[in-house]
């Protein structure tokens, strides 16, 4: 048995101060260390090698005050309810209380966009999500239609996903295939030009299944400077994930 204490594997879960911790192996790795994921809200401790996950399960423990620290870091859960307004695709939209199926109302004179449902608590909040969801795969499965014809590729099929890892996915076109793109719904949580940005990154893996000088020169030709973009998913990912959490 390892002097550490009891064997373990790869993506065991351990609880450290009321927190969850995720056991990791990188056999690239050259040391244990801990790390935030801001995106699933979860502490990953990683090691080596299998031999050396119980020392990585220790040191988790051993820094229990960081993992508070961190976890307290992160922004608080966006419960959702009639009343509050949200920004989607970088324009407002107000949540209100209504009878009958969920409804998106458009814009008109001084009113913003609308999502209008019924129900409340977890039943108001599903069928408000089912409208966001809606509406990403409208705007989303545009803008790919718009960069795929840019690009001379096939248009794909274009579906919505909730993955906590990722902000899309691209399958390439096969023989009698067009391929695929899943996008997550939390886009529409962001601004306009991160959406698209998306879209335009996913759809240049149409054409180069890779993040080479090629992939990123099509990405630089369909929206300019990327880095922003990046940055901004990067800073308010583990916020767009929070939503309705």
Not at 2 to 31: H, M, Q, Y
Not at 154 to 180: E, Q
Request: proline share 6%; aromatic share 6%; hydrophobic share 45%.
């Amino acid at each position: 048995m390892s002097p550490f204490g009891r064997a373990f594997s790869d993506g065991d879960r351990l609880e450290v101060g009321g927190a969850v911790v995720t056991l990791k192996i990188n056999r690239r790795a050259r040391r244990v260390s801990l790390r935030l994921d801001r995106t699933r809200r979860q502490i990953v401790a990683t090691a080596p090698s299998a031999r050396r996950l119980p020392e990585a399960a220790a040191f988790a423990r051993e820094r229990a005050h960081w993992i508070a620290e961190r976890l307290a870091e992160l922004p608080d859960a966006q419960p959702i309810a009639p009343g509050m307004t949200l920004m989607l695709f970088g324009e407002p939209v107000r949540l209100e209380a209504g009878s009958g199926r969920a409804r998106w109302l458009e814009a008109e004179d001084a009113e913003p966009h609308r999502i209008r449902a019924m129900g409340e608590g977890e039943g108001y909040a599903r069928a408000v999500m089912l409208m966001i969801r809606k509406r990403a795969l409208a705007v989303l499965a545009e803008r790919t239609a718009h960069y795929a014809t840019q690009l001379g590729a096939p248009l794909p099929k274009v579906t919505i996903m909730d993955a906590k890892g990722r902000w899309g996915s691209c399958r390439p076109s096969r023989r009698g295939d067009a391929g695929s793109i899943r996008y997550s719904w939390r886009l529409a949580l962001a601004p306009f030009a991160v959406a698209d940005y998306v879209a335009a990154h996913e759809c240049a893996h149409l054409l180069e299944l890779n993040h080479g000088p090629r992939f990123w020169a099509h990405v630089k030709a369909l929206v300019g400077d990327e880095r922003p973009h990046r940055a901004w998913l990067r800073a308010e990912g583990a916020r767009l994930h929070a939503f309705g959490t």
